[in-house]
T-cell receptor, first 114, second 113 residues
Framework: DVKVTQSSRYLVKRTGEKVFLECVQDMDHENMFWYRQDPGLGLRLIYFSYDVKMKEKGDIPEGYSVSREKKERFSLILESASTNQTSMYLC?????????????FGPGTRLTVT | AQSVTQLDSHVSVSEGTPVLLRCNYSSSYSPSLFWYVQHPNKGLQLLLKYTSAATLVKGINGFEAEFKKSETSFHLTKPSAHMSDAAEYFCVVPKGGTYKYIFGTGTRLKVLA
């Protein structure tokens, strides 16, 4: 069974803080993704990575950066947290999509920025 | 270009009655399609996937979906709703030629006692 874990289920941070959200998968997947989910807006892709040290911007990368130093770990960084980054953050992993493989999701981190 | 449209944002059914959640897709070729379920404050869990092996796909928890190319549909069904089925459901298609996935806007299923 694929397992994707996220470092925190709930997180409260102050405006201006640097925030790290960690994601680890245990199935040797090449692809990893960070989404945010907001009511009425659905899931929006922030960044994804298709290999170690490789990353591409998603649809809403502004205010975020990522790091993938090891295949199993993909970190999302909020350089200076703002209240509009309060959201549910979901990490996912998959084998390459060219093979029609599904994504596996972590449990999510609900981040509140005050 | 691929896209998915979930036709209902909210669906309410009584416990024990059938469930139908509708998804239409747009694609220039026969795509893979997925249904995911998300319970409150949880991540998304794969219910089932279609990858052209069989048009009727059975998933977990008694759900199934039928791929109908002529109707460009992939509707999710269950013969008898259970209270634990109350959740949000997403229809998803991989975006061909990229690493990305396209998510429907979700259908929130309410199950009435």
């Amino acid at each position: 069974d694929v397992k994707v874990t996220q470092s925190s289920r709930y997180l409260v941070k102050r405006t201006g803080e640097k925030v790290f959200l960690e994601c680890v998968q245990d199935m040797d997947h090449e692809n990893m993704f960070w989404y945010r989910q907001d009511p009425g807006l659905g899931l929006r892709l922030i960044y994804f990575s298709y290999d170690v040290k490789m990353k591409e911007k998603g649809d809403i990368p502004e205010g975020y950066s990522v790091s993938r130093e090891k295949k199993e770990r993909f970190s999302l960084i909020l350089e200076s947290a703002s209240t509009n980054q309060t959201s549910m953050y979901l990490c996912a992993s998959s084998l390459p999509t060219g093979l029609n493989n599904e994504q596996y999701f972590g449990p999510g981190t609900r981040l509140t920025v005050t | 270009a691929q896209s998915v449209t979930q036709l209902d944002s909210h669906v309410s059914v009584s416990e024990g009655t059938p469930v139908l959640l509708r998804c239409n897709y747009s694609s220039s070729y026969s795509p893979s399609l997925f249904w995911y379920v998300q319970h409150p404050n949880k991540g998304l869990q794969l219910l089932l996937k279609y990858t052209s092996a069989a048009t009727l796909v059975k998933g977990i928890n008694g759900f199934e979906a039928e791929f109908k190319k002529s109707e460009t549909s992939f509707h999710l069904t269950k013969p008898s709703a259970h209270m634990s089925d109350a959740a949000e459901y997403f229809c998803v298609v991989p975006k061909g030629g990229t690493y990305k996935y396209i998510f429907g806007t979700g259908t929130r299923l309410k199950v009435l006692a």
